[in-house]
């Protein structure tokens, strides 16, 4: 009932609207990235997901309640607190979040699945983004162990937020889209945050558990089992 509304808002936003949620989604990651580089530098940070949960779903009411032109403030604030949720489950995975290339990891979950018909259970979901960002993840890892936590990103490190950012665009356009009207938005704006971050954890703990299975048990192995579980499903 909810979402159908939503879905219309959504194909009648006009381009500049658009254009401001992409914008919004690359700041908020870029946001979520520096408060990921600055953790290298000291103990990783634990909090409580259920903390996490009240904490995104009060920035999207107060967001929602002015509709769209409080998107590029509200999203950038979500974005890092779904990602301070994201580190905590990597942590209890086993993860050492003072390696970049974990650290980069955590980044990656935003680019997991969204809504399309490609991001279900199956290789070509799941498997097929980590494939499509392995090389960045990699390149941008090297990156900040050669140059360490720099202001300025390097070539590498804006490869990897613009992939991330193609993917997360579609999930915050339908976030955004069940926001537009003010006031309404308020209430939306709750519910939609609770239920996005809800989605990221759930996304995180079944990423970085592939992860750690391919720590003791070896990726290929760990590949080839998810493969034949997806067929039999």
Do not use: W
């Not at 194909?11 to 919004?24: M, Y």
């Not at 929602?64 to 403030?73: D, K, R, S």
């Not at 976030?175 to 939609?192: E, F, L, R, T, W």
């Not at 996005?196 to 192995?221: M, S």
């Amino acid at each position: 009932m909810v979402g159908k509304p939503i879905e219309l808002i959504e194909h009648a936003l006009p381009p500049v609207a658009a254009g401001a949620i992409t914008a919004a989604a690359k700041k908020g990651l870029e946001a979520a990235m520096q408060v990921a580089l600055r953790t290298l530098q000291r103990d990783p940070y634990a909090g409580s997901q259920a903390m996490h949960k009240i904490l995104a779903t009060a920035s999207g009411a107060a967001g929602g309640a002015f509709g769209l032109a409080t998107l590029p403030i509200e999203l950038p604030i979500s974005t890092i607190i779904i990602l301070r949720s994201i580190m905590d489950i990597a942590k209890s995975e086993g993860e050492d979040l003072n390696d970049p290339e974990a650290m980069l990891s955590c980044m990656q979950v935003f680019a997991m699945g969204g809504r399309a018909s490609s991001d279900d259970a199956s290789e070509s979901g799941y498997l097929a983004v980590r494939g499509a960002l392995a090389k960045s993840v990699t390149s941008a890892a090297r990156f900040v162990t050669d140059h360490g936590v720099t202001k300025e990103g390097g070539p590498a490190l804006v490869r990897f937020i613009a992939q991330v950012a193609s993917r997360f665009g579609f999930v915050v356009t339908e976030k955004a889209a069940a926001q537009a009207i003010p006031i309404i938005g308020a209430v939306s704006g709750a519910v939609i945050n609770y239920a996005f971050i809800a989605h990221f954890q759930g996304v995180a703990r079944g990423h970085f558990t592939v992860r750690r299975l391919e720590r003791a048990y070896g990726k290929d192995i760990v590949e080839a089992e998810y493969k034949r579980l997806c067929q039999g499903n």
